[in-house]
T-cell receptor, first 109, second 120 residues
Framework: SQQGEEDPQALSIQEGENATMNCSYKTSINNLQWYRQNSGRGLVHLILIRSNEREKHSGRLRVTLDTSKKSSSLLITASRAADTASYFC?????????FGTGTSLTVIP | GAGVSQSPSNKVTEKGKDVELRCDPISGHTALYWYRQSLGQGLEFLIYFQGNSAPDKSGLPSDRFSAERTGGSVSTLTIQRTQQEDSAVYLC??????????????????FGPGTRLTVL
């Protein structure tokens, strides 16, 4: 399978703490994207990082990409209860788009 | 403005019946994508359209699945002779531009709310 894999599968933290989730993939990529999915809702695009970038920030989000290790991490700082959702990484490898299995994040108020 | 819409939101059908799922992308978006999310699984990429053409159909699970897009807008995903393993949430997304030479776009994809398909 060329699907990305996130870890951990589930993460539970207290509000205000930071949350880190990781994504590994198998093929060379053009870019990697992170998405959020709230229960019963569609996917929301969070951030895109290109293969020639190593780090990117967007608000409370920080994404890193290590193409030599074929891995990426998503850091959410100062978490809020509203951040409770599933987070997916997706890799664009040309003509195919691969999503990981997701990390389920629970932020406890 | 209107986002991506999908219909129906829920569909319950009997095994062996055909179903048609519809996706209305954001107006002006040239690229359209179909995904499937089975219970407890990650997202599975099915197919994407650049305009009305689909450069790569290899993501479709079987020949019972087909998709078309006409007028560069609305797309339908048809599943013939549905099976219980087809039960999933089918998500559609669109992006403003497609990629070059038939590759996937690096533009943000905007997702619809999905169609929950249950095959009894």
């Amino acid at each position: 399978s060329q699907q990305g894999e996130e870890d951990p599968q589930a993460l539970s933290i207290q509000e205000g703490e930071n949350a880190t989730m990781n994504c590994s993939y198998k093929t060379s990529i053009n870019n990697l994207q992170w998405y959020r999915q709230n229960s019963g809702r569609g996917l929301v695009h969070l951030i895109l990082i290109r293969s020639n970038e190593r780090e990117k920030h967007s608000g409370r989000l920080r994404v890193t990409l290590d193409t030599s290790k074929k891995s990426s991490s998503l850091l959410i700082t100062a978490s809020r209860a509203a951040d409770t959702a599933s987070y997916f990484c997706a890799t664009d490898a040309g003509n195919q788009f691969y999503f990981g299995t997701g990390t389920s994040l629970t932020v406890i108020p | 403005g209107a986002g991506v819409s999908q219909s129906p939101s829920n569909k319950v059908t009997e095994k062996g019946k055909d179903v048609e799922l519809r996706c209305d992308p954001i107006s002006g978006h040239t690229a359209l994508y179909w995904y499937r999310q089975s219970l407890g699984q990650g997202l599975e990429f099915l197919i994407y359209f650049q305009g009305n053409s689909a450069p790569d159909k290899s993501g479709l699970p079987s020949d019972r699945f087909s998709a078309e897009r006409t007028g560069g807008s609305v797309s339908t995903l048809t599943i013939q002779r549905t099976q219980q393993e087809d039960s999933a949430v089918y998500l559609c997304a669109s992006s403003l531009y497609g990629g070059l030479a038939g590759t996937l776009s690096t533009d943000t994809q905007y997702f619809g709310p999905g169609t929950r398909l249950t095959v009894l």
